[in-house]
């Protein structure tokens, strides 16, 4: 593909809506894959026709419930991933040597959006398994070539961000061990509970007898 070229983009379906599938496969994998798939298309439809993304999401939620796909992850990573959209091309153009960020497609621009705040947001999700699903998108919306660059992106900030959050996990684990712990109180005496008027009534308990005087 030439550089003069836009990168990726698969041709858009019926009066440029979303692009028809490279191909139909989805993988078997499951609800989470279909969830990444409706955020492609929620980000992909912001992007193109301005909607804010509450109104996508809705759209998106109301023809896919019931269906199988994960649909609370999909809502948090859209939401996510649209509204972190200027930091996230940030790492974009950092990672994508010579390949300005006007320069590539929505379809592949989406999928990186959604992919690198899946490695940020979503620590308990392998980072291969986030690259893997990135790249089965890219293989059935993007160009030529896409999945190639999306994957090298991807690769790359993968190994930053996870190993830059590792760092920071590891460093917190170590400042709780070295705080110094703190010496138990002394456990003071119970004192005897005393019983209302039980002291008066006692006192008269212990009164001598009184003794008449002598005439």
Request: proline share 5%; with cysteine.
């Amino acid at each position: 593909m030439g550089r003069s070229k836009k990168r990726g983009g698969a041709k858009g379906g019926a009066e440029g809506g979303f692009p028809f599938p490279r191909s139909t496969h989805t993988g078997g994998r499951g609800s989470r894959r279909k969830a990444r798939e409706l955020v492609l298309q929620a980000l992909y439809q912001c992007e193109i026709s301005g909607d804010e993304i509450s109104r996508a999401i809705e759209q998106l939620w109301e023809e896919n419930a019931p269906g199988s796909a994960d649909l609370p992850y999909f809502q948090r990573i859209a939401e996510g991933a649209w509204r972190e959209r200027d930091k996230l091309d940030q790492l974009i153009s950092k990672s994508a040597e010579n390949w300005p960020l006007e320069r590539i497609s929505v379809v592949d621009r989406a999928i990186l959006r959604q992919g690198i705040h899946e490695l940020l947001s979503e620590s308990d999700v392998p980072y291969r398994v986030v690259i893997d699903e990135a790249i089965e998108l890219t293989k059935r919306y993007g160009g030529d070539g896409s999945d190639r660059f999306v994957n090298g992106i991807l690769d790359r900030l993968a190994r930053e961000l996870r190993s830059d959050a590792s760092r920071k996990k590891r460093a917190f684990k170590k400042s709780e061990k070295a705080k110094p712990v703190a010496a138990a109180k002394p456990v003071e005496a119970t004192k005897p509970v005393e019983v209302p008027g039980e002291e008066k009534a006692a006192g008269k308990g212990l009164q001598a007898e009184e003794v008449p005087e002598a005439t």
